[in-house]
């Protein structure tokens, strides 16, 4: 049986990748902001800060992030897929998604394919660690969860003699 | 029903006599239950009522109001219901996966976690089954992972 999940989950996950991305773009903006006010409207205050209609925009991408997530990893709409195709669907959708907010809102030029080998290097690397640290994680509970098994069965067994 | 107990101190073993005109299903969880005291399973089989050790069952599961015992190449129904049997079972290393499962923890292959915060489950037979995110939690403790 799967936990109901409310909108204040769909919430708090879309408002912690938020603050996420937000940290990371006034970062930015303060190490890369005046070089890059020219070609992006993400750093278009330079290393002063971070434009309100970027917050907004952000704020918008982690929502429908949020609601892409929703769609292919809680089993409502989706029920069967394997892990691996409904993490290929996010991928997908992530990066049109981030293409069209590119496009519309003059993100980065959509004509120099620096910028989009940038963004896929970027992208791409987050990703990777991203999955590295999940693939990590569910190694070591997995190795916990066996090992906990060996011990309960153990103590089963000596249970019966 | 009339029950009739006879008190003998000369008596070895607990003996229990029931009479009646067929086998009725409230009489079979009777049995069941009976046998629950020396950690016995009921299950029936082919029309025919079988003792089984709870070591021999793999897992429990229920379906249409029906709770099933599943060995490695038979299932049985059985008269009990799922929280007579967890009840039961929990000290002999049962645990429940889903409102509907409980499993044997000691044909449990290996353990896997799964999407939402599932676990899966492999039995020692190969069949795999799901553990739900609010019966993981509980596993994982009895694991002693959390």
Sequence with gaps: MEEKKTIFDFGTRVFCSFGFSMMFMAVFSGLVGDEAKEVSTLFALGTKGVPVYVIWQFLGINILIGGFNFLFFSERIIREMSVFVRTLCMLGSVVVLIGFFAYFFGWFPIDMWQAWLGFFVSFGTCFAISLFIMKWKEKVENRKMEEGLKRVKEKLEDADF | ?146
């Design chain 2, 1 to 146: 029903m009339e029950i009739v107990i006879y008190s003998d101190s000369d008596v070895e073993e607990m003996k229990i006599n029931i009479y009646c005109r067929k086998l009725t299903p409230e009489l079979e969880r009777v049995v069941a239950v009976l046998k629950m005291l020396e950690q016995k399973l009921t299950g029936i089989y082919e029309g025919e009522t079988c003792f089984l050790d709870p070591d021999k069952v793999l897992y429990i599961d229920t379906a249409d109001k029906k709770t099933f015992l599943y060995t490695t190449d038979k299932v049985y129904e059985t008269a009990l219901k799922l929280y007579e049997l967890e009840e039961q079972l929990s000290c002999a290393g049962f645990f429940r996966g889903g409102k509907s499962t409980i499993i044997n923890l000691r044909h449990i292959e290996s353990l896997r976690a799964d999407l939402n915060r599932r676990i899966q489950v492999t039995l020692d037979n190969g069949e795999k089954l799901l553990v739900s995110r609010q019966y993981a939690e509980e596993l994982k403790r009895r694991l002693g992972v959390k």
